[in-house]
């Protein structure tokens, strides 16, 4: 277990997870010929099928695998990124993909989604921490460090937090098991650790103020 005080989780995640402290993501496999280019439309028509296999989230994780293997056609399909922001690619009461641009090193608190998830990188990087509840309070269990062509599966049940830990953009796309923006979850407070429910508008306006930082150079 890694133990990690609440100053260390939100001034030192970048630097402890440099420091050797990342546990290796599942890496993606597969290779896709130089000249192929990603098709948005098909690759969530993949998606949607591999949903309905009996071991989804394993299927979808080996799609977007697959996509993330070449992160040049990924960026040329869905665009360059440009400025931080939840982009929504599909959304359906058992699924949702997600086109997920991070502002330089911006953080995202603790927060369970309450269905599995899958994260593949394909532009910058994304460092997560996995947190378990001890108590009233969650306490840092483990840290993954994702670059571009990694993926990362959560389980139903996890709890975790996003750093983006370099000074340029990050773009992933997350996939979701159910409804994203429907299901009920919850977030932990940076400073107590403590659990409160999860404000979807208030992440999106923590996007936008990190854009605006972006922008200024701040």
């Not at 630097?15 to 896709?32: D, E, F, Y």
């Not at 130089?34 to 690759?43: P, T």
Request: charged share 25%; net charge negative.
């Amino acid at each position: 277990m890694i133990d990690l005080s609440q100053r260390e989780f939100l001034i030192g995640t970048a630097g402890l997870l440099a420091a050797g402290a990342a546990l290796a993501p599942a890496q993606a496999r597969g290779s896709v010929a130089m000249n192929s280019r990603f098709d948005v439309d098909r690759f969530l028509d993949d998606v949607k099928r591999a949903r309905q296999d009996a071991d989804s989230q394993k299927s979808v994780q080996e799609v977007l695998a697959r996509a993330v293997s070449e992160p040049a056609a990924v960026l040329h399909g869905l665009g360059e990124p440009m400025q931080a922001g939840i982009h929504t690619l599909y959304r359906a009461d058992d699924l949702t993909i997600l086109n997920v641009i991070w502002a330089p090193l911006m953080l995202l608190l603790p927060h369970n989604h309450n269905m599995w998830a899958t994260i593949g990188i394909y532009s910058g990087r994304e460092d997560n921490i996995t947190w378990e509840r001890q108590g009233p309070v969650v306490e840092a269990a483990s840290a993954a460090s994702l670059s571009e062509k990694d993926v990362f599966p959560l389980p139903e049940t996890a709890i975790h937090s996003v750093t983006n830990p370099i000074e340029r953009l990050t773009g992933a796309i997350h996939i979701y098991g159910g409804d994203f923006f429907a299901k009920p979850r919850s977030e932990w407070d940076a400073e107590t650790l403590r659990e409160r429910p999860f404000d979807i508008e208030a992440a999106r306006h923590r996007f936008e103020a990190a854009t605006k930082r972006f922008e200024c150079g701040g």
